[in-house]
Nanobody
Framework: QVQVAESGGGLVQPGGSLRLSCTAS????????VGWYRQAPGQQREYLGQ???????DYMSPIKGRSTISRDNAKNTAYLEMNDLKPEDTAVYSC???????????WGQGTQVTVSS
């Protein structure tokens, strides 16, 4: 059974930084692409970016230029590091683990990030 879990969220002041983790078990993580998303209250889920199995990354405008997506296959974990956080970054952040070349993908339960002074 595949399980995905996010961690690293919390309360941070504006201008601060956070590193979120996405850990998967029960699957071949090295073959997976990992996408990061967020959902603020009353808004639709928003795609932020991804890292594919070969390490290439893509970033969407909400986080581009102030974030880094990385992975450590030995730990079955992907990361989203965000800097210069703003109150509008407040949301539940989730990851999607998609096994490349298959129809299978898995979601974590999300981790809350609150940016406030």
């Amino acid at each position: 059974q595949v399980q995905v879990a996010e961690s690293g969220g919390g309360l941070v002041q504006p201008g601060g930084s956070l590193r979120l983790s996405c850990t998967a078990s029960g699957t071949t993580f090295s073959r997976a692409a990992v996408g990061w998303y967020r959902q603020a209250p009353g808004q639709q889920r928003e795609y932020l970016g991804q890292i594919i199995s070969q390490g290439r990354t893509d970033y969407m405008s909400p986080i581009k230029g102030r974030s880094t997506i990385s992975r450590d296959n030995a730990k079955n974990t992907a990361y989203l590091e965000m800097n210069d956080l703003k109150p509008e970054d407040t949301a539940v952040y989730s990851c999607n683990v998609r096994i490349e070349g298959t129809i299978f993908d898995y979601w974590g339960q999300g981790t809350q990030v609150t940016v406030s002074s």
